[in-house]
């Protein structure tokens, strides 16, 4: 059975920092890219970083500079360190993980962390 299981969201004043960890089972991890999502309540979700296999990464603008995504293979964790955040960084969390299978790839979204920043 595939999870992923999201923690480490919580209420944070503007300025300050949190570390969102994404452990995932059932999975081959270490072969597997994976993203942090955020939605918002009437929006799209969307791309916040992302983390090849490989370790690449990638993010997005509103991302850049304040937010650090990163990978231990050993635990089957991803995490997001976020700095510097700001009131409209509030969202549900989400993570993402893409596997390879039998010439396909599969796609698990875990079930949401809620972070919400304070003005």
């Known amino acids: 059975q595939v999870q992923l299981v999201e923690s480490g969201g919580g209420l944070v004043q503007s300025g300050g920092s949190l570390r969102l960890s994404c452990v995932a089972s059932?999975?081959?991890?270490?072969?597997?890219?994976v993203g942090w999502y955020r939605q918002v309540p009437g929006k799209k979700r969307e791309l916040v970083a992302h983390i090849t296999d490989g370790g690449s990464t990638n993010y997005a603008d509103s991302a850049k500079g304040r937010f650090n995504i990163s990978r231990d293979n050993a635990k089957n964790t991803v995490y997001l360190q976020m700095s510097r955040l700001k009131p409209e960084d509030t969202a549900v969390y989400y993570c993402?993980?893409?596997?390879?299978?039998?010439?396909?790839?599969?796609?698990?979204w875990g079930q949401g962390t809620q972070v919400t920043v304070s003005s």
């Open positions: 059932g999975i081959a991890f270490s072969n597997s890219a």
């Open positions: 993402k993980a893409l596997t390879p299978g039998r010439g396909t790839q599969y796609q698990y």
